[in-house]
C-alpha cells in the first residue's frame, strides 16, 4: 500500500441514493486513483484490494479546475439505499507523499420509505 493512499468511511443516518460525489483538493497531492465501496461496514486498506469496488475514477488535473473541486458522477444504480460509503484514494496526481482533501461532498436523496399505515387493503374480506 503506497503511503499517499488515504481511507474514509462515511456512516448516513437513513439510506441514501447518491448521485454525486464533489472532492475539494489543490495541486499535485490531490486524489488521482479514487474507489468507492457501498454498505461496506468494516474495511481496511487490506481489503481494498480483495474487495470489488461499486465505482473507480482515474481523475486529471484538469477535473479539479472548477475551484479544485473534481465531480465524480455515480452509476445510480449501484448507489441506492446507501447507509455506508468508503472512499479509497489509491494515489494523488503528483505521486506525492501525502494526498491532501479539504472537502468531500454528496449530492443525492433520501432513500425512499413505504409508509405501511398508507396501505389500503384490497381484494375480498373472508
Known sequence: MDSDAVLF???????????????KAQDKSAPRVVKLYVNRVS???EDCDSVPCAQAFELREADYAAGGVATLQLRTVKFTRVVALTVFVESNLGD????????IRFTGSLAGRTDMSALKKVGHDD
Open 9 to 23: 468511511h462515511f456512516a448516513f443516518n437513513e439510506a441514501v441514493n447518491l448521485s454525486t460525489v464533489r472532492i
Open 43 to 45: 474495511m481496511g486498506f
Open 96 to 103: 506525492e507523499d501525502a494526498t491532501c482533501v479539504s472537502k
